[in-house]
């Protein structure tokens, strides 16, 4: 058995992998292992444990909560004894009346993906067109909002967050328009933009009169939907170039999205991150028969973390084009799929860990890098966390890159379909076990009623069925076949919302959902190329809106990470409990096939049920539901609705002696609008 290790850049890229019998967990024995105990694992949550961090941040400066990016807060004036009490305290809209005055034609959907930032007493967050807002914590009311210079400036879409910046010796810091406080950094549309913290004006030194175009020579577009990252005097983008993205057809000639950094003071380019090796590069080895030339994407489409006393950022990269066939792209492709630990100062690669090898799948390294210390068999660990679409939790540590615990390359079904060369193995980490459910078969089928049952069954017959990792099929291939049923599906098991970390317990709670896709592979007039089809567009195999494979589809699991066990599962959400198929049935939650973003404080797990706002939500699967979780049992102790569903993560923070909860809601019939809670 070989162990499968992170890669550092004084060791080889070889793999020698051996022959093992592929080993799947099957819902059952996933079930069990979350159930099998729950308490904190030893963990009394009291924060008074030494190998802790022995003082958790209550700032949220960072989208994330600070740059670890663990959605945590110690923050205890809101609790179970009085969160019964919340009311709304504030509500201001996802676009301010002063744009709406000044554009009367400006449009703008309801999909605000923004959580606002704290910083010396006053919010910033992204409105609804990605311009840059600040307003009162107390009462919500603006101070200044991003001007726009037209009405096609104005024109734009919400993003996830913004960063501040103050440099070394930020009392002494004026920016140039003669106001302390630093900078906001946000990143809107192809534009990386420095705006003074006081004013909201442009900083005139930094870039082209406060702007960086962020489009690589040569090409019409840049675009990122979640935000920068600053580390020291550093500014981290990611993003999206092209627009064919990461699940395209479409591969030759397409962009590699690198990783940039460039200086806080002026905006210059300081370094740049190949996410596709060059020439000469490490990794260049990884792509056959000349695909890195022709080959793109990769790119980290959501969000960045980082430890800024080692001053490196961990970036999570997604797939390659094309994301479903790579017939043309032999090798293991790299940095496709991978977690990459860089140096914030010079762009180098510290380590990496790439969760999928030659991805035909679209199961990017997602969500935030999470960060945390952890106590493994005694030993304090500075942890570095990442979920993946897979369903897996890999974690390392952060300066190392070294597997907390061993991650064994295992043998995995293999594609058939002409010039598709698979990778023999895949990575799967010895613990944690699975956060959600992987491969599916019969045993898997809905089963509330007999009736159901047999249509699941019938449906069931005409797809492939398989374990994680079981490959698209080729359209015509397999008699009676119309694709492969794949779980996790392309929205993944974990997403950008996925992962929040207690660093007084050690817990983690994964955030997820399951929403397969049937996936098949059709040729192409150009020889030797083909591209993926699906039957019906974006099929996900279903009786009348209800998904073939079995609840909960859309859960919260608790793992302790110092023995890499899960705690506890909840369903979140109750999904389509009112289905006209259901009726009568004494069902529990099913949970919600959505993605809402947890907020973890020291007494409280608080989460949504996401929106229909959200692209791609399935008709029945979301709610206006808010909700306090026990975090030691899973049980909601709280819940009220809100005006509309949630479509960004909630944060919180203390104003004048009192603690509120700020969250982004909004859905296709409700308006945009930011949402202020606290105990009146």
Request: proline residues 8%; charged residues 20%.
């Amino acid at each position: 058995m070989r162990t499968s290790r992170t890669t550092s850049t004084r060791t080889s890229l070889h793999r020698n992998r051996m022959a093992l019998a592929a080993c799947f967990v099957t819902m059952a024995a996933f079930m069990a292992s979350s159930c099998a105990d729950g308490g904190l694992g030893g963990n009394d949550g009291s924060g008074e444990n030494p190998d802790r961090d022995p003082s958790p941040s209550a700032e949220w400066t960072y989208y994330g909560g600070q740059n670890s990016f663990n959605r945590y807060s110690p923050l205890t004036q809101i609790s179970a004894e009085n969160v019964a009490s919340l009311k709304i305290a504030w509500q201001r809209p996802g676009v301010d009346a002063s744009l709406k005055d000044e554009f009367p034609e400006l449009a703008f959907n309801n999909y605000l993906r923004g959580t606002p930032i704290l910083v010396d007493g006053t919010l910033y967050a992204p409105n609804a067109v990605g311009l840059v807002e600040a307003f009162d914590p107390g009462t919500g009311k603006t101070r200044w909002v991003q001007q726009a210079a037209s009405l096609e400036d104005a024109r734009g879409r919400s993003f996830r967050g913004v960063a501040h910046w103050s440099g070394d010796g930020a009392e002494d810091l004026t920016s140039d328009n003669g106001h302390a406080g630093g900078r906001i950094i946000s990143v809107r549309g192809s534009w990386l933009h420095a705006l003074d913290a006081g004013t909201g004006k442009p900083v005139a030194s930094f870039g082209d009169g406060g702007s960086v175009n962020l489009v690589p020579e040569g090409r019409d577009r840049f675009n990122w939907s979640s935000g920068p990252i600053v580390v020291g005097d550093i500014i981290i983008i990611a993003g999206t170039v092209d627009g064919a993205g990461d699940s395209g057809t479409e591969w030759r000639d397409s962009e590699p999205e690198d990783i940039r950094g460039y200086d806080a003071r002026t905006g210059e380019l300081a370094w740049t991150f190949h996410v596709i090796p060059r020439e000469g590069e490490f990794g260049a080895d990884t792509w056959g028969d000349g695909s890195r030339e022709l080959s793109g994407d990769v790119g980290s489409w959501c969000c960045l973390s980082a430890d800024d006393e080692l001053g490196i950022v961990y970036v999570p990269l997604g797939a390659p084009t094309s994301a479903y066939y790579g017939g043309h792209r032999p090798g293991d492709n790299l940095f496709a799929n991978s977690l990459v630990a860089l140096d914030a100062a010079t762009g180098e690669r510290v380590w990496h860990f790439q969760m999928v090898h030659h991805d035909i799948w679209e199961y990017d390294t997602l969500g935030p890098p999470v960060l945390g210390r952890i106590n493994v068999d005694g030993r304090a660990i500075d942890a570095v966390m990442q979920a993946s679409k897979t369903g897996f939790l890999f974690t390392f540590d952060r300066r190392t890159g070294e597997p907390v615990w061993p991650i064994e390359e295992r043998e995995v079904p293999q594609s058939k379909v002409p010039g598709e060369a698979t990778s023999p193995t895949q990575p799967f980490p010895s613990k944690p076990p699975p956060f959600d459910r992987q491969g599916v078969s019969e045993k898997d089928l809905i089963d509330f009623t007999p009736e159901i049952h047999k249509r699941a069954v019938a449906l069931a017959d005409s797809l492939v069925l398989g374990p994680l990792f079981t490959p698209p099929m080729e359209e015509g291939s397999i008699e009676g076949k119309i694709g492969t049923y794949v779980v996790p599906g392309a929205w993944g098991a974990g997403n950008w919302h996925t992962g929040a970390f207690d660093p007084e317990t050690g817990t983690y709670y994964a955030v997820s959902l399951t929403l397969p896709n049937v996936w098949r592979l059709s040729r192409t007039d150009e020889p030797g190329e083909m591209e993926f089809g699906t039957q019906g567009g974006w099929p996900r195999a279903e009786i009348e809106g209800l998904p073939i494979v079995g609840p909960p589809w859309g859960r919260i699991t608790a793992i302790d990470m110092d023995r890499g066990e899960h705690l506890w599962m909840a369903p979140n959400g109750d999904a389509p409990n009112d289905h006209p198929l259901l009726e009568g049935l004494d069902l529990p939650p099913l949970g919600n096939a959505n993605r809402p973003v947890p907020l973890l404080t020291a007494t409280l797990l608080f989460i949504g049920e996401g929106s229909d706002a959200v692209i791609g939500t399935p008709d029945t699967h979301w709610g206006t539901e808010f909700r306090a979780y026990d975090k030691a049992t899973g049980d909601v102790v709280w819940e009220m609705d809100l005006p509309s569903g949630t479509t960004g993560g909630p944060m919180t923070y203390m104003h004048e002696g009192k603690q509120y909860i700020v969250v982004a809601v909004g859905g296709s019939e409700s308006p945009a609008e930011y949402v202020a809670l606290a105990v009146p």
